[in-house]
T-cell receptor
Framework: SQQGEEDPQALSIQEGENATMNCSYK?????LQWYRQNSGRGLVHLIL?????REKHSGRLRVTLDTSKKSSSLLITASRAADTASYFC??????????FGAGTILRVKS | GAVVSQHPSRVICKSGTSVKIECRSL??????MFWYRQFPKQSLMLMAT?????????EQGVEKDKFLINHASLTLSTLTVTSAHPEDSSFYIC???????????FGSGTRLTVV
């Protein structure tokens, strides 16, 4: 089963612009992860944020977590054409299965 | 970093035949392997969870006799789609966990087309 919804379902922006994707989940969590998937490929782990963290950065990525609203956002700054991919949030307990959000398809036009 | 090798990347088979997909963890011991299915432009849906040396746990609605999962060693898990039908055509992805941290390593996926 899917954990929740992501919005937007699809996002098209120009290179250099920022891209923001949102994710909502239903149950209590210990952490939330973001993954990227290039078309027809496996998933690549981007970043993990723990439930006691509100914001985390990694390079051009910024993730926020609001446990009171059961939501998270992923911001990609100064986007590049190579950022074109699908992005998924996922929640899961230590060593256990991940439950994925519906995903956002990002297209960065050059 | 941790790598999971998944083969084949693409397979086309005839209806009624069986297809085996392999996932190998190359530089770590995968105590748990997860198998997902993904339809075009949709999210990943967990099919089953397997732990080395024990029977897989299937998600509700997934036919265990149709999707056979074997996790005979700490570095190899296989998914066999038996008596494949066109509706089984999908993208199948494995994910391995060593159980030592929150990291999950994904295979590169297998595109199955049943004709």
């Amino acid at each position: 089963s899917q954990q929740g919804e992501e919005d937007p379902q699809a996002l098209s922006i120009q290179e250099g612009e920022n891209a923001t994707m949102n994710c909502s989940y239903k149950t209590s969590i210990n952490n939330l992860q973001w993954y990227r998937q290039n078309s027809g490929r496996g998933l690549v782990h981007l970043i993990l944020i723990r439930s006691n963290e509100r914001e985390k950065h990694s390079g051009r990525l910024r993730v926020t977590l609001d446990t009171s609203k059961k939501s998270s956002s992923l911001l990609i700054t100064a986007s590049r054409a190579a950022d074109t991919a699908s992005y998924f949030c996922a929640t899961g307990e230590y060593g256990n299965k991940l439950v994925f959000g519906a995903g956002t398809i990002l297209r960065v036009k050059s | 970093g941790a790598v999971v090798s998944q083969h084949p990347s693409r397979v086309i088979c005839k209806s009624g035949t069986s297809v085996k997909i392999e996932c190998r963890s190359l530089d770590f011991q995968a105590t748990t392997m997860f198998w997902y299915r993904q339809f075009p432009k949709q999210s990943l849906m967990l099919m089953a969870t397997s732990n080395e040396g024990s029977k897989a746990t299937y998600e509700q609605g997934v036919e265990k006799d149709k999707f056979l999962i074997n996790h005979a060693s700490l570095t190899l898990s296989t998914l066999t789609v038996t008596s494949a039908h066109p509706e089984d055509s999908s993208f199948y992805i494995c994910s391995a966990s060593s159980g030592t941290n929150y990291g999950y390593t994904f295979g590169s996926g297998t595109r199955l087309t049943v004709v």
